[in-house]
């Protein structure tokens, strides 16, 4: 329990944006497929690589200006590794599975 609770409060420091990024790419592929667009999966595509993208930036940005919050939770037991894997890995499929569930849907209901 510690430990999940631990990682939820560094999750917190970037989630917010975290979120945004995932429901912008939401929106994005909503208004594409409402508007009849043909080439939905690649567009998906484009959105897969946008958030990896952004989640490899925010990582970086992260990694640099947070360094001495590393220290709290390296005094605690968890290393950046056992920090960022869970947090990405969460992260990234919410995104996927988000993004795969409104795509389903959006193209079952289009004729």
Known sequence: MKLIRLILTFYKSFAFISFLITFICLGLITGFILVGGSKGISFIQILFWFKLSTLAMTVYTMNTNKKNEFYYFRNLGL??????????????????ITITILASNLYETLP
């Open 79 to 96: 290393s950046k590794l056992k920090l960022w894997i869970p947090i990405i890995s969460f992260d990234f499929l919410f995104f996927l």
